[in-house]
């Protein structure tokens, strides 16, 4: 039922306040008086001692659950001190790279049914490692083959290209990030700010969905662009490759997410007046570095849209010529959340101007369960 809504795409995006605020239900702590604020992870709670004597963790998905754990990386290593490393399912399969008894592999699925996903945990499982899922399907093959692990509790995602499902599956990563440092003293004053953050999450995307006539004017004017670029860099990395990937698979444009630390080995040869890139500059410790990534590449007269926190217009267009899309400030690692609505809305509206189908773009199915 897609309600006031012509798409599940666009039902699901704008239907992100109160998904995360059902991710979130029953697991995030007050505090009070004699309590510190917390998180509860009822599927983990059990195996938290574990997870944190791991050597490692290793995140394991494929296309936006991928870039899902690729957005909480930072703050897992941060608050668990543990080093954390990526996988595609597929790619760890085809090295049949090492998993060891001391790793905490952590298999994030929206479905809970990919094949590649799942094939790689019987090859973690079969490797002796603590296998956890983070899952939107109660009863999938993932949740029941994993040791333990979390339910995303999106609610049920239609659409083929997902949006719901990242931002929360983001949400419950940050806060097993908090779980496994719940019991380092040092960072309590860094825990509970993002756990304030978290309460005012939903209502901080709520606002940031009132960019979705600006997003769709953004779409008419990139209607006929072969290619789009999206330069992001630390916590906000992940958010130009699932932007990117949002654009390239529901309004079938080439477009690209690029680590803004790598633009001067390659993707700096492609700047001209006429291809539109996307930069994320959001406050956070990367800011002036990517100032000057945007001052680098409009030196190149390169055709620029500046992701930027409100307020910070000035400071971020050198010249005054490129587009700017102001986004609310949240805490830093939360940060991803809420960078990735204007691009999920500008992805939607290029595709309905294309003329393409949004919920079932071409080639390509919800749930894959083939290799
Ligand atoms: C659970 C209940 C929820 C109830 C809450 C009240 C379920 C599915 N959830 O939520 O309805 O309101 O207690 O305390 O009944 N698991 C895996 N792999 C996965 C995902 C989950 O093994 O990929 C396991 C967990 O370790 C846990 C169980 O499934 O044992 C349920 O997980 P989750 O729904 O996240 O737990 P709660 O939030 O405690
Ligand atoms: C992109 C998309 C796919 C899935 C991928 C993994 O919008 O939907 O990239 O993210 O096929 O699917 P799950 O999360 O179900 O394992």
Do not use: W
């Amino acid at each position: 039922n897609k309600g006031k809504y012509e798409h599940y795409m666009q039902k699901e995006i704008h239907e992100q306040p109160e998904s995360l605020t059902t991710t979130m239900r029953g697991r995030l702590i007050r505090g009070g008086s004699c309590k510190a604020k917390s998180v509860l992870l009822g599927g983990l709670k059990d195996h938290l001692k574990t997870i944190r004597r791991s050597r490692r963790i290793v995140f394991i998905g494929c296309g936006t659950s991928y870039n899902a754990a690729l957005a909480a990386r930072p703050i897992l290593e941060e608050l668990s001190g543990i080093p954390v490393t990526m996988e595609v399912a597929s790619d760890l399969l085809d090295r049949q790279g090492p998993i060891y008894r001391e790793d905490t592999a952590v298999f994030v699925s929206q479905s809970g049914e990919t094949a590649d996903t799942l094939q790689a945990l019987e090859y973690a499982l079969e490797n002796g490692a603590l296998c956890v899922g983070i899952t939107n399907t109660v009863g999938s093959a993932i949740a029941r083959n994993t040791h333990c692990g979390v339910h995303i509790n999106a609610g049920c995602e239609i659409g083929v290209a997902s949006t719901k499902a990242y931002t929360s599956q983001i949400v419950v990563m940050a806060m097993l990030a908090l779980a496994i440092g719940d019991d380092t003293i040092s960072s309590q004053a860094r825990r509970e700010a993002i756990i304030d953050g978290l309460f005012d999450l939903p209502g901080k995307v709520k606002e940031v969905l009132k960019l979705d006539q600006e997003m769709k004017d953004l779409a008419k004017l990139l209607i006929a662009e072969q290619s789009l670029l999206v330069f992001g860099r630390g916590y906000n990395y992940a958010t130009a490759l699932e932007g990117a990937l949002k654009v390239k698979e529901v309004a079938l444009m080439h477009s690209e997410g690029i680590l803004a630390g790598e633009m001067k080995h390659g993707p700096l040869a492609l700047v001209d007046e006429t291809l539109p890139i996307v930069v994320i500059a959001t406050r956070d410790a990367c800011f002036s570095k990517q100032q000057s990534v945007i001052q680098q590449l409009h030196a190149r007269k390169g055709r620029l849209i500046v992701m930027c926190t409100e307020g910070d217009a000035a400071s971020v267009c050198v010249g005054g010529s490129s587009r700017v899309i102001e986004v609310p400030r949240v805490e830093d690692c939360l940060q991803p959340v809420i960078n990735i609505v204007p691009l999920q809305l500008l992805a939607y509206h290029l595709t309905v101007l294309r003329g393409y189908n949004v919920d079932q773009p071409r080639n390509l199915a919800k749930s894959v369960t083939t290799q």
